[in-house]
């Protein structure tokens, strides 16, 4: 059996866990439509399996869990003009999204590596989230014209002060440390132990209590950047706009602000308005399910009305040359009401039922 032909996830239970591992490693195990129904499987037959207390997900190879969805085929369908078609993907996805954060049965994840959106949908609403040194988190959505999704914009919300904003805005990326101070981690185990707490796991005396497992491999990670960083971050990204907080960062001595400011002149104008509104408007949100409901709206919109998606995939993962053509090119020509009118937006097809 060639790695092509191998299973993109595997199932199999052991010791009282059922053990999920996304498996396609040499594209950082990024979600396809059948991966991701793959796992929602696993976890319907595991719900009432009594041979199974826990679940343990993580991804094969050592260079992350996962590296996001697969969007190459979404840009395919968008340029085929079947935009539509875009929403069997995210309602199955943000369905497991929502089943992993309420399982009835504690699910452990492992974040080593490169883990970003479509990952931190994996990841993120798990009951135990465990990240390694190796870890590098983000929500890199604006990169490619669209806005973060699979329930990150409420993890975005929860963080600290305004880096849910920043974050969001620059699609910056996360080490362990900062993972656990904003909020999308729970516990650093040395990458070099995460055998030994999957053997832990499986040997358990008491199924109930895998957190105190956890613990027992659990450092404590050096200060975060992210937390350091806050005076600058807070201050910038507490502006009512987006030309206010390029403005904000400009005016700041600190480098790591005028950065902040390069990146996001290098993004799209359309998508960076969208998700600062979303990230605020998520804040006022009920739960997950609310904020999965508020960006299928949302990733519709892009997916249906705007060029910068399609142009953003082409530019990072297609041609790769790193140069998109934003439409609108500036924040000043974003449309007043373009925020607004993503929040509105109705899919033609409901993400539930």
Known sequence: ??????????????????????????????????????????????????????????????????????VRGLAELIRAGRPEET??????????????????????????????????????????????????????????????????SLLLARAPGRLGEYLALTGAVMDAADAVYAGFADHLVPSEHLEALRDALETRADPSSPTELVLLFDESPEPSALEAARSWIDDAFSADTVAEIVERLKARDEPEAHGAAE??????????????????????????RAALEQEYGLVMWFASTQPDLVEGIRAQLIDKDRSPAWQPASIADVEQDAAQRALRHVPETPLWG
Not at 33 to 59: F, S
Not at 97 to 113: C, Q, S, W
Not at 264 to 285: C, D, I, K, Q, Y
């Open 1 to 70: 059996m060639t790695v092509d032909d191998e299973p993109r996830v595997l199932a199999r239970t052991r010791g009282g866990i059922g053990h999920l591992t996304l498996n396609r490693p040499r594209a950082i195990n990024a979600l396809d439509l059948g991966m991701v129904r793959d796992v929602i499987a696993a976890l319907d037959a595991w719900e009432t399996d009594p041979e199974v207390d826990l679940v343990l997900l993580d991804g094969a190879g050592e260079r992350g869990l996962c590296a996001g969805g697969d």
């Open 263 to 288: 990146t996001l002149a290098e993004l799209s104008p359309t998508s960076l308005t969208v998700t600062l509104a979303a990230v605020r408007a998520a804040r006022g949100l009920s739960g997950l």
């Open 87 to 152: 929403s069997v993907f995210f309602r199955a996805e943000y369905a497991m999204n929502a089943r992993i954060a309420e399982y009835p049965k504690p699910i452990v994840a492992i974040a080593d590596g490169i883990t970003m959106g479509g990952g931190i949908g994996l990841a993120g609403h798990a009951a135990i989230r465990v990240v390694t040194e190796r870890s590098r988190l983000a929500m890199p959505e604006t990169r490619i014209g669209l806005t973060p999704d699979v329930g990150g």
